[in-house]
């Protein structure tokens, strides 16, 4: 981290408008509005990215984690989404940027790989042809040339002959292939911005792990910042940096990888913990599903949002219901929206939660 | 599927009247080759028997078309009054109808021949004698030969299908399926025919036929050199002996006449031709609403299969005096009737047929006819256009347009049946008119106590399997027959004595005659064709019409009019009694 | 892909024979199970005062008393190997494939279709092109725009071209632009007769409008749906993450895509159409196929009604087939076999 935590607050109108970071995300809200209300996908969102550095963003589908990474790269149609807010790119606020001037920097400073890679490519057109075409949108160059940048990209991303599979069709590659097609894509214009969104959900489990490699591998390359957004806390654990918990459209807590797993604070990350499998521990114990469901995102329960699926919402003297919780740094950059006390907190903790794990 | 698509065509005609009302009227300019601003003012009749804009002045191309197609331009195998209108331009018969208005117009007059025919034997035998110099297109003379040639192919019905068989049945001793093809030196025809020279033959008849002068009339009796007959293939040209001859042909498409300079009209004194336009361009299959469309934009001359417009322009026009002015109201030889099955009972008895006469609806007929301008009530058989027909009204038909219940009664309580009796009426099913006058009549008679019941049944099959099949008829009770019938041409004979000469019914059907059997007609008729003496013959055909109304044979229905749409392309135009529509060999176009 | 394309056609060729079997069938069963006789048949082409003879003459020059499979073999073999005609003058060679003689003008059936086909071919082709571009043109225009006023009229009008019938919309706009407004030719013409082809499209557009409104209407629904389906897909996205310009990414990734089931209606109407634009060929009096069927339908021509069958069932197999190969180049994923 190089910039103090401290400066990820919310509702700062008074900042000078300009990121700092060369991700910066500031009060991002998206809000869709329907005929049954409001649909506020995501409600006040905040951090931060530098280069070379990996942010998880972990929630249940709904969270808005995947509507997030839309609003980055722009890509929720026009008229439809309302977006307010800052995304600062490297300085340059998208929200309020041109669509032509958001277009040109995506692909080509901001890419994004997703989660099923033989729906994401066009079932019509050669691989080789697909990554070309990428590459030849941000940069003056032949077909031919195009093409062998193409090849290399491919080897890049360990797909073998690269000079034959160039020219195979989407539904002729296996999974962990497209899948590997798709990043060798995204990075065909050396991003400086990589967005992963679920990029091992569709994949078999062996080759999950091979693709968070290549990811990771790539990163180091590329020296790029990169999102990896996920529902599953086992694939930002080996991959990010930092990680943001996020439930119905708010970050729920904000730390380092490190912290969300040592020191988890809210209820709803120790939920996310003790539904994930883990194959270092007994297999006595079973896995504990959080009760209940994500909420509805045009009636967000007043109050803090988990409350109704919240096992500790009693201690609160009735705040979880009527008051929302601020996300506030409990110490080392360690950021939670939660009305329980540290010592509650800490006490569930210890005593509830941990042992189960 | 395609057998689904066809039926959808049938809806266009139902359609074409919502498209018309779109139509604006006559372009003033005209997009006529030859046309141009006529001197004559249009108006309403202003062609209907009289001649409208005379002319003399040759040149343009007359534009005729037809929504179908008519069966054949060989002259030996052609049967439609359009065809032998027409033909007149191509070939010379021996006779021909006189191209004049009016009643002049339904005289034969010599054409290849030079004067009528000769008989004698008690009119057995006729002898025609040609004139000189009349010559084909190729420049070669027309012979006696040749016009017992083209007499001879026509009586090849197998090859041959179409036209007439008038010389089949009057001819002495023609051999049964005669076939010149495998006769080329006609032997088989010596009883029939002779060529003394080459300017005189010789028809022998097997019975007395005084009328044999209309018999001279038909296309086939215009020469066909026998070298150039290609059988089924010669109506795609027709070895030209008149003022046009063929420049192209197709069965499918139509066809293009221009002048024949070997035509010679000093040779052509009597007949009347003036064979105006250089140049006739005649299209098939062309889309009913379109052709009317044309004719009224001025892009269409003629509609040559004249019996008028369509019926969605009908009530257009008359709504408009501009475009009224443009309709010609033209009798034709055709009449619209009901014939009584007398093998089916009760019209087995006269006074239950004559119930029916007096309850039906006269007006109603008409009307299902479109009315006035569909055509007269009929009062007895022969339309007035028929030469020495007369017009009488013996049931009062035109006193009482709506019938006559009281004497409907009186004449149910003769036939013995005072409460009235059930029977079914046929009608063919794809003619709305048809179907309209068997309603109208159930309507009627339903006021005096017949029950009537209308049985459609397909128009191709109608008279082959059905209302004109004896044995179906009355097995399936078919008291009352629809049906219409126009004259071959416009004497006694050739109206009358296919419809009620009990004899021309045939078991095996196809009839024309539906039901009228009454012996004193059957006598009245072989006196007719044996009276050589035209004014006496023309008494006893109408001897004949008033026998078949005093027996009740029929129930007169309406004699049909047609509406014609005269363009101002159009100069020299004039019906007759002859053609019944705008006479094809004497219409020319109107000059600039 | 050899032995497909053999199995296909060994296919179309038998599927053509039960098509002539069955109209050959409809022909005569249908009138022999309500009691005709072969001379009632033979009655039909007949003149008006024909006699018993006669018409019996004429039902054995064209065969119907013999059996109805000696009938059909006959036709058959005419159509592989040819057959002599006697014209009544003298024989002439009718050569394969020999579709017979009308029984009523008595004229060779082949010549007529080989002159009618350029005709519909002329029709069909040329409206396929139009309905094509304006159908998809105005279905990728409304789905993009869905929802606004634009879309709600294009739609409408759309709505209107697939209820209005042919010989509706073809009478009304030879009313206006023909004989109204004089712009355009009116019907009865042979297109076919031009030689320049400026005149040929001149005398052809009012029918190709006319037409292709219908079709294109289809199609602008079509297509519009197809587009929103498509343009929903993740490859769309993707297309748009790479920072593709909108216009490639509606035409080369979304319409690429809605346009391949289009492809294989396309196919079927244009091959449906080549059988005989029936109303359409009716109602501007053009002498194509579709003319042809109704002037041999209204007469029970059987030899052109088999004829124009076996044209119209040619012209379908043949799109099929089209079709079918055509969808292995356009999708990748679709595999010959």
Same mark, same amino acid.
Do not use: C, H
């Given at each position: 981290m190089t910039e103090p935590i401290e400066e990820v607050v919310q509702d700062s109108p008074q900042r000078v408008e300009r990121g700092e970071a060369f991700l910066d995300v500031r009060d991002l809200k998206v809000h869709f509005p329907t005929d049954d209300g409001v649909v506020k996908s995501v409600d006040g969102v905040s951090f931060q990215l530098e280069r070379g550095k990996t942010l998880g963003i972990v929630g249940e589908s709904g969270s808005g984690k995947s509507v997030t990474s839309l609003s980055i790269m722009g890509l929720h149609p026009p008229g439809i989404a309302n977006i307010s807010g800052q995304i600062f790119l490297d300085g340059q606020d998208l929200v309020t940027a041109s669509r032509e001037e958001v277009r040109l920097l995506r692909g080509k400073r901001m890419a994004m790989i997703f989660q099923d890679p033989l729906s994401a490519m066009h079932p019509f057109y050669t691989v080789g042809t697909q990554i070309v075409e990428a590459y030849r949108v941000h940069n003056q160059v032949s077909k031919a040339v195009a093409k062998k940048h193409a090849i290399e990209m491919l080897d890049r991303v360990g797909i073998p002959q690269p000079d034959r599979r160039v020219d195979a069709y989407p539904h002729q590659f296996s999974g962990g292939m497209r899948q590997r097609a798709m990043i060798a894509m995204a990075l065909s214009c050396d991003p400086d911005l990589l967005i992963a969104d679920e990029p091992t959900t569709a994949l078999d489990v062996t080759v999950q792990a091979q693709i968070l490699d290549l990811i990771r591998d790539l990163q180091r390359e590329f020296n790029s910042a990169v999102i990896i957004i996920t529902h599953d806390l086992g694939v930002v654990a080996e991959l990010a940096d930092d990680i943001q918990v996020m439930y119905a459209g708010r970050a729920a807590e904000y730390s380092t990888a490190e912290d969300i797993f040592d020191r988890p604070q809210h209820p709803y990350t120790?939920?996310?913990?003790?539904?994930?499998?883990?194959?270092?521990?007994?297999r006595s114990e079973r896995l504990i599903p959080i009760k209940g469901t994500p909420p509805s995102l045009i009636n967000v329960p007043e109050g803090c949002a988990f409350n109704p699926r919240c096992n500790y919402a009693h201690l609160n003297g009735g705040a979880s219901e009527t008051e929302r919780p601020e996300l506030l740094d409990t110490g080392n950059g360690h950021l939670v929206a939660c009305h329980l006390s540290p010592q509650e907190r800490q006490k569930a903790w210890e005593t509830d939660i941990k042992p189960k794990l | 599927m395609r057998w689904n698509r066809i039926t959808t065509v049938t809806a266009v005609s139902a359609a074409v009247a919502l498209s018309l009302v779109a139509c604006g009227g006559p372009k003033a300019s005209s997009g006529g080759s030859g046309g141009g601003s006529s001197a004559a003012t249009p108006e309403f009749d202003a062609a209907n028997n009289k001649i409208f804009n005379p002319s003399d002045k040759k040149g343009g191309t007359l534009r005729m078309a037809i929504t179908e197609k008519w069966d054949s331009t060989d002259p030996g195998d052609t049967y439609y009054g359009?065809?032998?209108?027409?033909?007149?331009?191509?070939?010379? +018969?021996?006779?021909?109808?006189?191209?004049a208005p009016g009643k002049e117009g339904a005289k034969v007059v010599p054409d290849l021949a030079e004067a009528p025919g000769v008989p004698s034997d008690d009119a057995k035998t006729w002898t025609y004698k040609l004139r000189k110099g009349v010559k084909y297109e190729d420049g070669t003379e027309v012979k006696a030969k040749d016009v017992m040639y083209g007499v001879a192919?026509?009586?090849?019905?197998?090859?041959? +299908?179409?036209? +007439?068989?008038?010389?089949?049945?009057?001819?002495?001793?023609?051999?049964k399926d005669y076939s010149v093809a495998k006769d080329p030196q006609m032997k088989l025809l010596s009883k029939a025919m002779t060529t003394p020279d080459d300017y005189t033959i010789v028809f022998h008849l097997n019975k007395t036929f005084a009328g044999f002068d209309y018999f001279a009339q038909l296309p086939s009796t215009a020469g066909v050199p026998q070298a150039k007959d290609t059988g089924t293939k010669y109506q795609l040209h027709p070895i030209s002996s008149g003022p046009y001859k063929f420049e192209s042909n197709d069965a499918n498409k139509g066809f293009t006449l221009v002048r024949n300079d070997q035509y010679d009209p000093a040779t052509d004194p009597d007949t009347g031709r003036k064979a105006l336009p250089d140049k006739i361009n005649v299209a098939y299959n062309v889309n009913g609403a379109d052709i009317d469309n044309r004719l009224q934009a001025g892009d269409l001359d003629v509609d040559i299969a004249g019996t008028g417009v369509q019926a969605e322009t009908q009530a257009k026009v008359l709504a408009d005096p501009k475009l009224k002015a443009h309709t010609d109201s033209v009798l034709s030889t055709r009449l619209n009737f009901t014939v009584f099955n007398s093998e089916v009972k009760p019209f087995d008895n006269v006074n239950c047929r004559k119930a029916v006469l007096y309850a039906a609806d006269h007006e109603g007929y008409q009307r299902a006819y479109g009315g006035p301008f569909g055509g007269d009530i009929a009062t007895n058989l022969m339309p007035p256009s028929v030469a020495g027909a007369e017009k009488f009204d013996d049931y009062g038909f035109e006193a009482d347009k709506n019938g006559n219940p009281t004497k409907a009664k009186e004449a149910l309580t003769a036939c013995g049946m005072p409460s009235g009796f059930s029977t079914n009426i046929a009608y063919r099913a794809d003619r709305p008119k048809e179907k309209a006058v068997a309603e109208s009549l159930q309507q009627s008679l339903a006021k005096v106590g017949i029950k009537l019941t209308p049985k459609g049944f397909p128009t191709g099959d109608y008279t082959k399997l059905y209302a004109g099949k004896p044995d179906y008829a009355k097995a399936n009770g078919l008291g009352m027959i629809v049906y219409s019938w126009g004259a071959d041409w416009p004497d006694g004979f050739g109206f009358l004595s296919q419809i009620v000469d009990s004899r021309v019914i045939r078991a095996s059907g196809g009839n024309t005659n539906l039901g009228i059997r009454i012996p004193e007609v059957d006598q009245l008729i072989d006196k007719a064709l044996a009276t050589t003496d035209d004014a006496a013959r023309n008494k006893i055909w109408v001897d004949v019409d008033k026998k078949v109304m005093e027996q009740a044979g029929v129930l007169p229905g309406v004699w049909a009019k047609g509406l014609l749409y005269r363009p101002d392309t159009l100069a020299n135009v004039f019906s007759n009694d002859g053609q019944n529509m705008y006479d094809y060999a004497s219409i020319g176009l109107a000059q600039k | 892909m050899f032995a497909y394309l053999v199995r296909r056609v060994i296919g179309a060729v038998l599927l053509l024979f039960i098509v002539t079997a069955v109209t050959f069938a409809i022909f005569f069963l249908v009138p022999r199970l309500g009691g005709a006789t072969a001379d009632d048949l033979a009655g039909r082409y007949v003149g008006k005062s024909a006699g018993q003879e006669q018409i019996h003459n004429t039902a054995v020059r064209l065969g119907f008393t013999d059996p109805l499979y000696v009938q059909y073999g006959r036709f058959v073999k005419g159509l592989v190997v040819g057959q002599d005609y006697n014209y009544g003058t003298g024989t002439e060679r009718c050569p394969a494939p020999c579709f017979g003689y009308s029984f009523l003008t008595q004229q060779p059936v082949w010549p007529d279709l080989v002159a009618r086909i350029p005709v519909t071919a002329s029709l069909a082709g040329g409206a396929a092109f139009i309905w094509l571009l304006t159908g998809v043109g105005t279905g990728v225009i409304s789905a993009l725009r869905r929802g606004?006023?634009?879309?709600?009229?294009?739609?409408?009008?759309?709505?209107?071209?697939?209820?209005?019938?042919? *010989? *509706?919309?073809?009478?009304?706009?030879?009313?206006? *632009?023909?004989?109204?407004? &004089?712009?355009?030719?009116? %019907? %009865?013409?042979?297109?076919?007769?031009e030689t320049n082809p400026l005149w040929w499209a001149y005398d052809l557009i009012l029918p190709w409008v006319t037409l292709a409104f219908l079709y294109a209407a289809a199609y602008a629904r079509l297509t519009r749906a197809g587009m929103l389906e498509t343009m929903n897909e993740d490859y769309v996205r993707t297309a748009r993450a790479k920072g593709l310009t909108e216009r490639t990414v509606v035409l080369r990734h979304g319409l690429r895509s809605a346009l391949t089931p289009i492809l294989t209606i396309f196919g079927?109407?244009?091959?449906?159409?080549? &059988?005989?634009?029936?109303?359409?060929?009716?109602? *501007?009096?053009?002498? &194509?196929? &579709?003319?042809?069927?109704?002037?041999?339908?209204?007469?029970?021509?059987?030899?052109?009604?088999l004829g124009v069958t076996l044209v119209a069932a040619f012209f379908i197999v043949l799109a099929n087939l089209v079709v079918d190969l055509l969808y292995a180049v356009v999708d990748p994923r679709v595999r010959i076999s």
């Open positions: 120790w939920g996310l913990l003790g539904s994930m499998p883990r194959i270092d521990r007994e | 359009l065809s032998w209108n027409l033909v007149r331009n191509y070939v010379r +018969p021996l006779m021909t109808f006189k191209s192919r026509s009586l090849d019905k197998t090859t041959l +299908p179409n036209g +007439p068989t008038y010389f089949n049945d009057f001819l002495l001793d023609v051999p | 606004s006023v634009l879309d709600r009229s294009l739609m409408s009008v759309a709505l209107a071209g697939v209820s209005l019938p042919i *010989f *509706f919309t073809g009478l009304l706009s030879l009313s206006i *632009f023909s004989y109204g407004l &004089g712009w355009t030719q009116q %019907g %009865g013409i042979n297109p076919l007769d079927l109407d244009l091959g449906l159409l080549m &059988g005989g634009a029936i109303l359409t060929e009716t109602t *501007f009096s053009l002498p &194509g196929i &579709g003319q042809y069927a109704v002037i041999a339908l209204r007469a029970n021509d059987l030899p052109k009604v």
